[in-house]
């Protein structure tokens, strides 16, 4: 019989809330939720799930550079994230979490067209007094489907 350390469990599902509140404030349109999930110096690098898609897309250094960047770019985009899979391990401060994401977009003047995409996170956070936050993320593409043009606006 193994032993469940709450505290372990607690500071796992505390990791895992944390990119809840990013994926929640993309979809909500939430600029302080979104960055209430990033420290001030965060990395946000989606160039692998990028690149197969088709397209170049910076890595971002900054939380104001990352929640603009992400605001601006699906501003007329509906969205939806579903996060699974969550694998979390904490050291101290520090946590790692690997997850997999399913991000649907849809223009918001034709839902007809979609792109959905599911993306493996690999993200890298530390605790912060009573909350963890983001320090990087990096975002692969596992596959996709539907019009690339969706992120793009054509």
Aim: hydrophobic content about 45%; charged content about 25%; cysteine-free.
């Amino acid at each position: 019989m193994s032993f469940i350390n709450p505290t372990e469990t607690a500071d796992k599902l505390a990791v895992v809330e944390t990119l809840y509140r990013f994926a929640a404030g993309i979809d909500l349109r939430d600029r302080d939720l979104l960055a209430s999930a990033f420290v001030e110096d965060a990395v946000s690098d989606f160039r692998p799930a990028a690149a197969k898609a088709g397209f170049d897309y910076p890595v971002l250094e900054g939380r104001e550079l990352i929640v603009a960047a992400l605001s601006d770019s699906l501003a007329q985009i509906d969205t939806t994230h579903s996060v699974s899979n969550p694998r979390v391990s904490v050291e101290g401060d520090k946590a790692h979490l690997e997850a997999i994401v399913e991000a649907q977009h849809l223009p918001q003047n034709d839902h007809s067209r979609h792109y959905l995409m599911k993306n493996r996170y690999d993200v890298e956070l530390v605790r912060r007094g009573a909350v963890w936050l983001i320090e990087r993320v990096t975002v692969d593409n596992v596959w996709r489907t539907g019009d690339p043009g969706v992120l793009s606006g054509v």
